[in-house]
């Protein structure tokens, strides 16, 4: 039995060590090699793209994928519409692996932004110093917002172009309280911008936020392929996975 992860997630490695622990399932997980050095999860990999959905298709019935999981960022909407034609293509069953996203609690000032370009045109109005948390990519929607200075974190280095008022800080997650607590301090920051990528790793600057009173615009999540069944965590995806594949011994699921 042969399972595809598009991963990239953390999520998608802890399937992967779920599924390669002491079983003789083949686990092969996709990145899309966008990190230069990512953390590489148990089992099989491979880098980069598969040429859109008839790619995939085609990858999926050349390896004889027995099925599918999406495991990919919750920001990856293009690869997940791709992954639902795939999937049709190619007759394998597919499941989407999504960590639930942020929800806001008391004390939050959250302002949600349909896109990177709609966040950018809400910060004049909120402070002059962000800390910005979407990434390396993307950049090209602050670069116009001249009079504001960003702090952009990012596990690589930023692809131009980028705000001409830019610090960058190269960081993986996750990140603590007390650390959240002295970036935001130290740095004078007076409003942070945030995709709802939704988990514990990155989740402290949010409190942190909260407890200075800062406020936060948080980007969200693009749509999703309608029809796709979900689950919220790894081992959820290891016993829907025991329905779909009933011939083989699964690992104790919890």
Do not use: C, Y
């Not at 003789?24 to 148990?42: C, E, Q, Y």
């Not at 859109?52 to 519409?81: C, K, N, Q, Y």
């Amino acid at each position: 039995m042969h399972v595809l992860i598009l991963g990239g997630t953390t999520e998608a490695r802890r399937l992967a060590e779920l599924l390669s622990a002491g079983t003789d399932l083949k686990v092969t997980t996709s990145l899309a090699g966008r990190v230069a050095a990512p953390r590489t999860p148990s089992g099989e990999v491979r880098v980069g793209g598969f040429g859109g959905a008839e790619g995939l298709a085609r990858w999926l019935r050349e390896h004889e994928v027995d099925a599918l999981i999406d495991a990919t960022h919750p920001f990856a909407g293009t690869m997940s519409f791709n992954a639902a034609q795939a999937a049709v293509t190619a007759h394998v069953p597919l499941l989407a692996l999504r960590r639930p996203g942020w929800v806001p609690v008391q004390g939050d000032d959250w302002h949600e932004a349909a896109s990177l370009e709609q966040a950018a045109e809400l910060l004049p109005a909120l402070g002059r110093r962000v800390f910005l948390t979407t990434g390396r990519m993307g950049l090209a929607a602050f670069v116009d917002l001249a009079d504001l200075w960003f702090l952009v974190r990012s596990v690589d280095a930023p692809e131009p172009p980028t705000p001409p008022r830019m610090e960058a800080l190269l960081d993986r997650g996750p990140f603590t309280l007390d650390g959240e607590r002295d970036l935001l301090r130290r740095h004078r920051v007076d409003v942070v911008v945030t995709k709802d990528s939704g988990g514990a790793a990155t989740a402290p600057k949010l409190t942190a936020a909260r407890e200075a009173g800062l406020p936060v615009v948080v980007v969200r999540r693009p749509p999703v392929p309608e029809g796709v069944p979900t689950v919220a965590e790894p081992k959820s995806a290891v016993r829907w996975l025991a329905d779909v594949l009933d011939q083989w011994t699964f690992p104790d699921a919890g």
